[in-house]
């Protein structure tokens, strides 16, 4: 049996996103007989915003034994200048932006949550008597890369997981960065070329993020997808409703194009009455710009917007939905939403406004589980289309592949992972 250090910033009671994905392993590595360990820090399960993500938890360390996995939970840290000079105070406004650069430079990433000074020295200790034969180090923060030489000079292989890139935006087709971001990105390639020399390894959850890391890694890189959360859908009873209700599931972001979906639900309530239809935007309010556009647009009588909220609501709320529509975004390569494969578990019809021509229409051709659209007259036609055979009691999804939607299971893919980890 292989032993395997799962070292993740976010980990259940977090319930943000990116907490879910070593969450998955943690629970599921034991079907390849893999005996998992996870190293976190302290998480209350009630932050919402990046103030709570970022705020200090300094409980003393804390080990949980479950089932399948055990946990050691440690207390943040941050180093003190950094935190003096993320403070508003006069000096640390004019001196600020040149020590955080002067870090950058030296290769302190992301300073705000700092894996690394968290987790570095409880690491050493606890591998003076616990061997491991993996690690698996998952990112962001970026700092947390600098502990992959500590790992291997140990002679425990390293799994580095990018959940994310430094800056997305490098997908877009027609990518023409400043010459500010040009230096911020030598900057992040410079550093990840360094760290991840010697790992054994490098996961991404989209096909994309090769074509940005091939530039700082030689070795295998592989594609493990976020996925959705299989256990919980089964535990989560659909709710049916007497409305026909069109609900957007998460965060929509400022560089996202949601014209064509708001300009479409114009056209499509033109005849139709809140009696009959409701608008659920779900966790809206995370960024109130985005928030108070969608209230200026549409009509208040149709519209429900919440905060962000736990996992298990989300999923109550995908599965309640008769339509789940969500902005692709258009013009970048490779960006999939966590909610996107929520969706397509859900057994309701998707309708991506504007599509991305990418790996969400790609993901909705395959399953076979709704429509991309580019135009809001296309949008109200097929949600004219949609409402009509809801009237009349009829499905709107037929033929759905689920194979296809069961392959993107968090399950399934940690048990993709749990592969690459026995033949490593």
């Not at 809206?284 to 985005?290: A, F, M």
Request: proline share 4%.
């Amino acid at each position: 049996m292989k032993k395997v250090l799962i070292v993740s910033y976010y980990f259940p009671p977090n319930t943000g996103a990116p907490a879910w994905r070593p969450f998955s392993w943690a629970n599921n590595f034991y079907k390849k007989e893999i005996d998992t360990t996870v190293i976190t820090r302290h998480w209350t399960g009630n932050e919402n915003t990046w103030e709570d993500f970022v705020r200090p938890n300094t409980n003393p360390l804390r080990e949980v034994k479950h089932d399948n996995y055990r946990v050691y939970s440690l207390p943040s840290k941050r180093n003190k200048w950094s935190e003096y000079f993320s403070s508003k105070g006069i000096i640390a406004r004019a001196f600020g932006k040149f020590y955080f650069l002067f870090l950058a430079l030296y290769g302190k990433l992301n300073t705000e949550i700092d894996g690394t000074l968290a987790f570095k020295d409880f690491i050493l200790e606890h591998l003076k008597q616990n061997k491991y034969d993996v690690a698996i180090i998952t990112v962001p923060p970026f700092n947390m890369l600098q502990m992959v030489d500590l790992f291997h000079e140990r002679n425990i292989k390293v799994i580095v997981d990018v959940r994310d890139l430094w800056n997305n935006m490098m997908l877009q087709n027609n990518y023409q960065p400043s010459l500010q971001q040009k230096l911020w990105d030598k900057v992040y390639s410079f550093h990840f070329k360094r760290w991840m020399k010697n790992a054994s390894r490098v996961l991404v959850i989209t096909p994309s993020f090769r074509e940005v890391l091939v530039k700082s890694f030689q070795g295998h890189i592989d594609v493990v997808y976020n996925g959705y959360e299989g256990d919980l859908f089964n535990k989560i009873e659909k709710v049916k409703t007497s409305k026909f209700i069109f609900s957007v599931v998460g965060s929509i972001y400022p560089e996202q194009d949601i014209s064509v979906m708001l300009d479409g639900l114009k056209l499509f309530l033109k005849d139709k009455s809140h009696d009959k239809i409701q608008l659920r935007f779900i966790g809206l309010n995370v960024i109130p710009s985005i928030s108070q556009h969608v209230k200026k647009e549409l009509p208040y009588d149709f519209l429900y917007i919440s905060d962000r909220v736990s996992k298990e609501a989300a999923i109550q709320e995908a599965k309640m939905a008769t339509v789940l529509s969500y902005p692709g975004w258009l013009g970048t390569k490779g960006i999939i939403s966590t909610k996107i494969f929520d969706y397509i578990a859900s057994g309701n019809p998707i309708l991506i406004a504007p599509g991305d021509r990418d790996i969400i229409d790609d993901l909705l051709t395959k399953t076979n589980t709704g429509e991309s659209v580019f135009s809001a007259q296309s949008f109200a036609d097929v949600l004219n289309k949609w409402f009509s055979l809801w009237e009349k009691n009829q499905d709107i999804l037929i033929d759905v592949n689920s194979e296809v939607v069961q392959y993107y299971s968090r399950e399934n893919q940690a048990m993709a992972l749990g592969d690459i980890i026995n033949n490593l």
